[in-house]
């Protein structure tokens, strides 16, 4: 590597001395740069070489100016990757795949490794089953492993038969747990040409929650898994010198509120603001009194607020933390050491240069929730009541307006002579219904809260908001108190770390007593492994379409993730899940009605339950110990019996399996050439879905359950699977069949090209012809036509779904024309060979007046453009023409682009 501004140099640390790149050598710039650009220019130098990184791409870091919009690419080289194994599964399925293809054009798939470490933590496939008994646990950890044993062998393959992967196996916690207490390093230790490096520890992780790492100091976000397995292979990631945005905090949180209240308000203010793209960084005197945990709650939720990342300032608090997770002293000192002569040390009144900065005053946040579908819909607790009663009117009406269009279809067709089944039945009541459940029967009605989660990741992280849960249980059963018969409870903590001070406080007992037993380690309802709601709960809320709810202490609610049924969803803290819980509805006035009554018929209010500051600190310093971290994470790797016991293949590449239905070789290879293909055409092209404003990636491809009428659950009963076996999308992303069927199969999708409709339905063209997604994807691929996407504003919103990418590929769809996109999927798409445009601002497919319905052909895409012409053809031969933006925002996103994708072109660079 070169070192044209000569600052590699040695730190002492006590006895020890280490090489760095000096940010100081380098020029007195550096000390007002954000905490954020100072990481991110400490690795252009380390990894300067003329090529990937250029003396240019330093200077134009170090010349950084806040308020110019960002121009210029440079190469960001994470020093490792994490995955979950959702995502992670389709990576390896890849990488085995690539070697394969490696071997096939001739040369040697044993230079498919990944060449920085890769960590994976097995904590998305446990779903809630059972739930409200002790026994819980086990038979879901049970059930966990008799779904995914395809899947887990695997990964013990993949263990075995590459370098620098590691394998965290199932019930150990959740990815993001377990890299902020045992895989992140902070500051990491390398030889590099024979000589002891420390450096700042980077990553980048398949999960777009990654961010929660940001709270050490650390930086990294969440890729698609097409991104990093592109980072696994020694491949910078391509990105634009942000904006940084600074986020002041000032004062104290008061006497009621909790992290989550924090980190809701955060969001909103950001979201407001406009974030997406660019860095946020806290600071401010504020931070003084803002605990790891809390700096963790805020920093998980940045793709929630839209930002790239939301990182903290290493100071004494990260230290503390690192101690207290039992991390080696040694390692402290470096990390210490090493912040302060970077500049990388949050001193009091620290106030770097940013773009724009807010200010929030900690003490005027208030208690709230976030809802019923997206994250940074804040609804102060004093309003919920109010609010959540109009949400559920929007829902009833809406409700109305569809049965009274079902009403006059049917009419129409009782009238041409057909026979309708809905006419001859009993109509049921809507919006409530009698319901017998365990011997009791009790009236299920519109605003009922159905599933009441304490889940992971973004609280159960921290002890402050689950030990506040365990008080409020604890006053609660010292009541008598219960929660409704109705309610689905579970507690999914991120670490075992969490139960052990739960056990410590005396509190795991009462929330058992509650219904909040111990489900899993693991994403459980967060991500939409919430398992089904018990039969005689579900048909009533089928039968008589009641507008149920769902609270949560996660970080997501978009519609149709949490549960298919399940139409309002808010996120809030461990506390006020428990309190919602008891009440079993969610349109309540928390602050002046009562939750419940006693068995005496006593009124309990929040307030007689809810603890107090004072109480809930007094605990955590209690109960919260080093010695819990270390046992937890002594044998972090070794697993369970279950995990011991699963059979290993030793082979270098992947036996596949003809009749496996997890694991399916990855088709992106197939017809894979030497040479790339270039850049192709797209004309005569069809509209497969037309979309309005937020369409997220779990509407692109959908997590949680597989409908039996769906393509993809048809898919797996024509294999011979029983519907009792088919486990979740997330589950099956090793098999491209299943997963390309599940691209837009949302139920909640709602496509303009088939109005009246909701779920994966479009209408084939020219022919008019009603049918699925993916059934129509598959007459145009015999057609030979290429299919475009239209879709309103920020398209791609929510977690970094590789799926969204590769299932839009495989459907055969070669362009996106969106108002604007997410970060990641954006870059996913190019990253499968998927063009994306932009309309014009003031412009989209609405205000162009496109039906949809229209033959597109685009021109002008080349390697330097930065437009290309639409023309779309009508039935009539009417021609609209307009200009679109080309997303392909750096040089070396073009070269994916132009080879296919980026794995494509990882390849033939190993290759050559």
């Known amino acids: 590597m070169n070192n044209s501004y000569n600052t590699l140099t040695q730190l002492t640390v006590g006895e020890r001395q280490v090489h760095i790149h000096s940010l100081p050598a380098l020029s007195d710039r550096t000390k007002r740069l954000p905490f954020s650009l100072k990481i991110l220019l400490e690795n252009l130098l380390r990894h300067e070489d003329g090529k990937n990184v250029t003396a240019q791409d330093i200077d134009a870091l170090l010349n950084w100016k806040p308020e110019e919009k960002p121009s210029k690419e440079v190469a960001f080289t994470p020093a490792r990757v994490v995955m979950q194994d959702f995502t992670g599964v389709p990576a390896i399925v890849d990488l085995a795949a690539m070697r394969d293809a490696m071997a096939k054009l001739g040369g040697d798939p044993n230079k498919i490794n990944p060449l920085s470490p890769a960590e994976m933590v097995i904590d998305h496939s446990v779903q809630v089953d059972e739930y409200g008994h002790d026994g819980a646990f086990d038979l879901n950890a049970k059930l966990e492993y008799q779904r995914n044993k395809e899947r887990y062998e695997f990964l013990r393959w993949g263990q075995g038969a590459f370098d620098n992967l590691k394998v965290v196996p199932p019930a150990t916690g959740i990815v993001h747990q377990v890299n902020l207490e045992y895989l992140a390093r902070v500051v990491f230790e390398k030889e590099i040409d024979g000589m002891p490096f420390a450096y700042p520890d980077t990553l980048v992780g398949t999960d777009s929650h990654t961010t929660m790492i940001n709270g050490l100091g650390i930086l990294g976000w969440g890729v698609g898994g097409i991104e990093a397995e592109a980072a696994m292979l020694g491949q910078p990631i391509s990105l634009l010198i942000p904006q940084v945005v ?200 519109d605003g009922a809260c159905v599933i009441a989660a304490i889940t992971s990741c973004t609280n159960t992280s921290n002890p402050s908001v689950i030990l506040a849960a365990g008080l409020v249980a604890q006053k609660a059963k010292a009541l008598g108190l219960t929660p409704k018969p109705w309610v689905k409870t579970s507690l999914a903590p991120g670490s075992k770390v969490v139960t052990d001070y739960l056990k410590q406080a005396e509190l795991l007992e009462p929330l058992a007593d509650l219904g909040f037993d111990l489900v899993g380690y693991g994403c459980t309802t967060c991500i939409g492994n919430s398992g089904p709601l018990p039969t005689e709960i579900n048909e009533a809320i089928v039968k008589h379409q009641l507008v149920v709810s769902s609270i949560l202490s996660g970080n997501r609610n978009f519609e149709g993730r949490i549960h298919q049924d399940v139409k309002m969803n808010f996120l809030a803290s461990p506390p006020l899940v428990v309190a919602y819980a008891l009440a079993g509805r969610t349109d309540i006035d928390v602050y002046n009605e009562p939750l419940c009554q006693t068995k005496e018929g006593k009124d309990v209010f929040l307030k007689d339950i809810w603890p107090s500051v004072s109480e809930v600190s007094e605990l955590v310093s209690q109960t919260v110990t080093q010695a ?134 479009t209408r084939l063209l020219p022919d008019g012809e009603l049918m699925s997604i993916f059934d129509a994807a598959e007459q145009y691929q015999q057609r030979n036509t290429p299919l475009v996407v239209l879709a309103g504003s920020e398209y791609g919103t929510g977690s970094s779904r590789d799926w969204a990418a590769k299932g839009s590929l495989l459907l055969g769809i070669k362009t996106v024309l969106a108002k604007s996109y997410e970060r990641i999927h954006r870059s996913n798409l190019i990253g499968m060979g998927v063009l994306p445009l932009q309309f014009k601002s003031g412009e989209g497919h609405e205000e162009l007046g496109l039906s949809g319905e229209e033959e597109f052909e685009i021109e002008g895409i080349y390697d330097t453009a930065t437009e290309v012409v639409v023309t779309a053809k009508n039935a009539d031969g009417k021609e609209t023409q307009f200009s679109a933006d080309i997303r392909i925002d750096t040089p070396k996103e073009w070269e994916y682009y132009k080879h296919g994708g980026i794995l494509q072109y990882v390849l033939r660079q190993m290759l050559n």
């Open 246 to 445: 600074g986020f002041k905090l000032e004062g104290q949180l008061p006497e009621g509120t909790t992290a989550t209240d924090l980190v809701l308000t955060v969001t909103q203010m950001l979201r407001e603001h406009g974030v997406v793209g660019k860095f946020v960084e806290f600071f401010g005197d504020g931070l003084a009194e803002l605990p790891l945990a809390d700096r963790a709650t805020i920093a998980n939720m940045a793709p929630e607020y839209g930002a790239t990342c939301g990182i903290f300032p290493i100071d004494n608090e990260t230290l503390e933390y690192l101690r207290l997770t039992n991390r080696d002293e040694e390692k402290i000192a470096l990390i210490e050491g090493y912040a302060k002569h970077q500049g990388m040390w949050r001193e009091p009144g620290d106030e770097p240069l940013y773009t724009d900065v807010l200010t929030l005053d900690l003490a005027t946040v208030v208690p709230s929730l976030a809802g019923p579908k997206r994250p940074q819909d804040r609804i102060p607790l004093n309003d919920a009541g109010k609010t959540i009663q109009a949400h559920l009117g929007e829902f009833q009406h809406e409700r109305s307006e569809k049965n009274a269009d079902s009403n006059q279809d049917e009419a129409r067709t009782v009238g041409e002579g057909g026979a309708s089944r809905v006419a001859q039945d009993e109509p049921a009541t809507l919006g409530a219904g009698k319901v017998t459940y365990k011997g009791e029967t009790f009236e299920l009605v």
């Open 628 to 761: 819990m971290f270390a046992k937890n994470y002594a044998d972090v790797y070794q697993g369970d019996k279950h995990w011991q016991e699963i059979a290993v293949n030793q082979s270098e590449r992947y036996n596949w399996q003809d009749d496996s239905t997890y694991i399916r070789k990855a088709p992106f290879f197939d017809d894979m050439t030497k040479a790339p293909p270039g850049i192709p055409s797209i004309k005569g092209a069809r509209c497969l879905a037309k979309l309005g404003d937020s369409v997220t990636t779990d509407h692109i491809s959908p997590a949680g359950n597989i409908k039996a009428s769906a393509p993809a659950g048809e898919y797996l009963q024509a294999q011979g699977v029983k519907q009792s076996d088919f486990n979740s999308y997330g589950s099956r992303r090793g098999n491209h069949e299943v997963m390309m069927r599940g691209t837009f199969a949302n139920v909640r999708l709602r496509n303009q090209l088939a109005p009246g409709t909701e779920g994966g339905i």
